[in-house]
Every structure is written in C-alpha cells, then in structure tokens.
C-alpha cells in the first residue's frame, strides 16, 4: 500500500523555525492528550498515562526531526511500528494519529510556512505509516504461524481417524457392509485424503514463506513428470 519514500534534500524553508518548534514544546502534552481522545476507543485497554507519555515523547522526537536538516527517518518509522506494536494495531489509529500529526505542526502557521514545511511533514507521516503497516503485516504474519502451529495436531488427528477407520469398514474388519455403504464409506476415505491433503500443503506453503522448509535435490526423469 505504501511506497518507500525517495530520498530528498529538506531546505531550509521546510524546516520548522526556532519559534514554530517552541511554540510546539511547551504544548506538546496537550497535543499528545488532544491526540489521545483521537484515538481512545481504540486504545481502551491500555493505561492512558503511559500512552500519553508515548504520544508526548513521538510529538518532541517529530518536532526535532522537522528542525533538522537532514532528518533521521527511520525515527519516524521506528516509532509507526512502535504505535502499532504498543497502542493499537487498528488502521484507524495511524489515520487520526497523521491528521491530529499534521493539525498541531501547522497549528497557527501562515499559508506559506505550511506549504514551505509541508514536504518534510509529509515524507514524515509517510514513515510514520510505512512503520506501522509493516508491524501490522509482521503481527499478522505471526498470528497465523502461531494459528496454523497450534491447530496442525488438532486438524490431522480427528482427519486421520476419519481415514483410517472408514477403511477398516471398508474392508469388513467389524463385520460385512452393503455395496452401498462401501460406496459411502469410499466417498468419506477419499474425500478425507483430499482434505488431508490440502491441509498438508497449507502448512508447506507456510514453511516456505518462513524460510524453514529443507530441499532434498534428486535426479529425475523429466519425461515422467510430463507425462
């Protein structure tokens, strides 16, 4: 969803000047409690003390970035994956987090000192959201290992059951079965070993994606598998 951000030289112009970073100082825990109600229906669970000392903490460090010359990004970004390993992983906090962002550093800002400061705010919410979507994507990558690692025993065991048993009925070992229940019976084995099957190469899938999976190269006759 996110481009990376190409690098760029951030003029003077674009800098936050000595009295717009002051102004920003002494406010910085009002905007971070202003930014707290943002977004406090989604953080609900959490202490609001120690939000609103992250949320004080990421406005001085952005306020420092936007007066730098040439800023330290991966801040920026740093903190987006800490927003959303820490407050919240909802969407709709990165969104109210930028506007409440972009509202308190062009807060009482004249038309041209906001076009003039406008480029590095922008390449900074950028990072801001590259982080926090790259932490999201990591904790839904990691749920779903810890999904499938959890679920692997309970899916097979009860398919296996399944399997090997409608072929002991199958065969007659607890006693003789109708031609139409061995076709029944038939329909449940194989439809099971496909079940089975799939669930096999979702985890496969899943190992590759991890980088676990270990290749075994053997000779083969290409002509074999075409055929």
Same mark, same amino acid.
């Given at each position: 969803?996110?481009?990376?951000?190409?690098? =760029?030289? $951030?003029?003077?112009?674009?800098?936050?000047?000595? @009295? +717009? *970073?002051?102004?920003?100082?002494?406010?910085?825990? /009002?905007?971070?409690?202003?930014?707290?109600?943002?977004?406090?229906?989604?953080?609900?669970?959490?202490?609001?003390?120690?939000?609103?000392?992250?949320?004080?903490?990421?406005?001085?460090?952005?306020?420092?970035?936007?007066?730098?010359?040439?800023?330290?990004?991966?801040?920026?970004?740093?903190?987006?994956?800490?927003?959303?390993?820490?407050?919240?992983?909802?969407?709709?906090?990165?969104?109210?987090?930028?506007?409440?962002?972009?509202?308190?550093?062009?807060?009482?800002?004249?038309?041209?000192?906001? =076009?003039? $400061?406008?480029?590095?705010?922008?390449?900074?919410? @950028? +990072? *801001?959201?590259?982080?926090?979507?790259?932490?999201? /994507?990591?904790?839904?990558?990691?749920?779903?290992?810890?999904?499938?690692?959890?679920?692997?025993?309970?899916?097979?065991?009860?398919?296996?059951?399944?399997?090997?048993?409608?072929?002991?009925?199958?065969?007659?070992?607890?006693?003789?079965?109708?031609?139409?229940?061995?076709?029944?019976?038939?329909?449940?084995?194989?439809?099971?070993?496909?079940?089975?099957?799939?669930?096999?190469?979702?985890?496969?899938?899943?190992?590759?994606?991890?980088?676990?999976?270990?290749?075994?190269?053997?000779?083969?006759?290409?002509?074999?598998?075409?055929?």
């Amino acid at each position: 969803l996110y481009q990376e951000p190409q690098e =760029a030289n $951030v003029s003077k112009d674009a800098k936050l000047t000595q @009295s +717009e *970073l002051k102004a920003i100082q002494p406010c910085k825990v /009002s905007a971070a409690a202003q930014w707290y109600d943002a977004i406090a229906t989604d953080i609900a669970d959490l202490d609001d003390s120690d939000v609103k000392a992250q949320l004080a903490n990421w406005i001085d460090q952005a306020a420092t970035l936007l007066s730098q010359n040439t800023p330290e990004w991966s801040l920026a970004r740093a903190t987006g994956e800490t927003l959303a390993r820490e407050v919240s992983t909802k969407a709709s906090v990165l969104g109210k987090s930028q506007l409440v962002l972009s509202r308190q550093f062009t807060k009482d800002m004249p038309g041209e000192r906001i =076009a003039a $400061v406008l480029p590095s705010l922008s390449r900074l919410l @950028s +990072e *801001l959201a590259i982080g926090f979507v790259d932490e999201q /994507s990591k904790h839904v990558q990691m749920m779903r290992r810890k999904f499938l690692s959890a679920t692997s025993h309970d899916m097979r065991s009860p398919l296996n059951a399944v399997i090997g048993f409608s072929r002991i009925i199958v065969k007659g070992v607890d006693g003789p079965v109708t031609e139409l229940q061995t076709q029944d019976l038939s329909t449940i084995h194989e439809s099971g070993k496909s079940l089975l099957k799939m669930i096999d190469d979702i985890f496969t899938i899943d190992k590759i994606e991890a980088g676990s999976v270990s290749l075994d190269p053997k000779a083969f006759n290409l002509a074999d598998v075409i055929d």
